[in-house]
Nanobody, 126 residues
């Protein structure tokens, strides 16, 4: 069973930066598409960004984070990162990663069974 652990969240001022990590066990992330999702208080979970398997190397960002967030993969650490800059209050959410995603240059689709890890909380507040 794939196990993903999200970390790196915290409290940051507007305009600040954070780097989230998605560390994997029992799966080689190089061979998988990885998606980042987030769920703000009182809202539904939404797509944020994804990176396809290394063989295809496509990335996608939802419009609200384009130009501010960068997704990357460290094969040696079997970890995917989400570098977040110029953070806004509306980025406040619990962030989750998942391998149950189809990732292309023009979009991403969650194809899992609604099974998620604990996530990592990002709070953007002054």
């Amino acid at each position: 069973q794939v196990q993903l652990v999200e970390s790196g969240g915290g409290l940051v001022h507007p305009g600040g930066s954070l780097r989230l990590s998605c560390a994997a066990s029992r799966v080689t992330l190089e061979d998988e598409a990885i998606g980042w999702f987030r769920q703000a208080p009182g809202k539904e979970r939404e797509e944020v960004s994804c990176i396809s398997s290394s063989e295809r190397t496509a990335t996608y960002y939802v419009d609200s984070v384009k130009g501010r967030f960068t997704i990357s993969r460290d094969i040696t650490k079997n970890t995917v990162y989400l570098q977040m800059t110029s953070l806004k209050s509306e980025d406040t959410a619990v962030y989750y990663c998942s391998t149950d995603v189809i990732c292309t240059l023009v979009g991403m689709n969650y194809v899992g069974m609604d099974s998620w890890g604990k996530g990592t909380l990002v709070t953007v507040s002054s």
